[in-house]
Each structure stands twice: as structure tokens, then as C-alpha cells.
């Protein structure tokens, strides 16, 4: 595998988003947008970015995934069962 700087792989999608529409959510937003702000324990001079969405993202903003949670929500009404 590549590492996120300094391969191909990484100038290849660089130049892809450039030339395509090109969307992310979760990481890939992340990594699409221009700027970030927030910690991560693997990163000590910045989020390395591949850009073109013009979004600033703030990582882990609800926390650490291993947070994260999963729940029940009911349908709105008039759309029960």
C-alpha cells in the first residue's frame, strides 16, 4: 500500500478530484476538504488533505468513534407502523 503522502496513489487522487465531481462522507469528507481542525493521536503537524471541497471539518466533533452509538428513533408522526 501508499502512504497518504508522497505516492502515486495520493497525486492520482489529487488529480481525479480536479477533473471529477467527486464527494466524501465520514473520512472521505475529511479528506476532500480544504481545512481541518482536531486532534488525532497519529497526526502531530496537521491532517494531511487532498482538498477541492471548499468545507472546513472539525474531527471526532461528537467525540471518539469509539463513542459512537446506535439507537432507536421513531418515525415521524402521521408515519407510524
Avoid: H
Wanted: glycine share 14%; charged share 15%.
Amino acid at each position: 500500500g501508499q502512504s497518504t503522502e508522497g505516492g502515486s496513489m495520493w497525486d492520482a487522487l489529487k488529480e481525479f478530484r480536479t477533473q471529477k465531481p467527486t464527494w466524501g462522507t465520514c473520512a472521505g469528507m475529511i479528506l476532500l476538504a480544504e481545512k481541518c481542525v482536531g486532534t488525532s493521536a497519529n497526526i502531530e503537524n496537521g491532517q494531511a488533505l487532498i482538498g477541492g471541497l471548499d468545507v472546513l471539518v472539525c474531527r471526532n466533533y461528537f467525540g471518539s468513534q469509539i463513542s459512537s452509538f446506535e439507537m432507536a428513533t421513531p418515525p415521524p408522526p402521521g408515519m407510524e407502523g
